[in-house]
Nanobody
Framework: QVQLVESGGGLVQAGGSLRLSCAAS????????MAWFRQAPGTEREFVATVSRSGDSTYIAVFLKGRFTISRDNAKNTVYLQMNSLKPEDTAVYYCAQRRFKGWGTFPFTAPDDYDYWGQGTRVTVSS
């Protein structure tokens, strides 16, 4: 069974930065795409960013490009989300997700249903 544990959330002022981490255990991280989603109160879960199995390819939601980056360290079984120039509208619970290797489909995977395992989330609050 895969377990994903997010960390790094917190309260930050607008314009600030945070780096979220997602540590995976129970299965090799390297076999799957990983992603970050977020969910603000009263809204649906929203795609943020994804990184390929190897880490060579990344895809960021269009409206976040230039501010957010995603990376992974397979040796540490960890995925990161670097968030810069944060805005109050970035306030949400951020979730890490992992897709099992299935041998089909084309990167990037951006729908929640594309992913098989989820963390509990880490809250990010951006004050104005």
């Amino acid at each position: 069974q895969v377990q994903l544990v997010e960390s790094g959330g917190g309260l930050v002022q607008a314009g600030g930065s945070l780096r979220l981490s997602c540590a995976a255990s129970g299965r090799s991280l390297s076999v799957s795409s990983m992603a970050w989603f977020r969910q603000a109160p009263g809204t649906e879960r929203e795609f943020v960013a994804t990184v390929s199995r190897s880490g060579d390819s990344t895809y960021i939601a269009v409206f976040l490009k230039g501010r957010f980056t995603i990376s992974r360290d397979n040796a540490k079984n960890t995925v990161y989300l670097q968030m810069n120039s944060l805005k109050p509208e970035d306030t949400a619970v951020y979730y890490c997700a992992q897709r099992r290797f299935k041998g089909w489909g084309t990167f990037p995977f951006t729908a929640p249903d594309d992913y098989d395992y989820w963390g509990q989330g880490t809250r990010v609050t951006v004050s104005s």
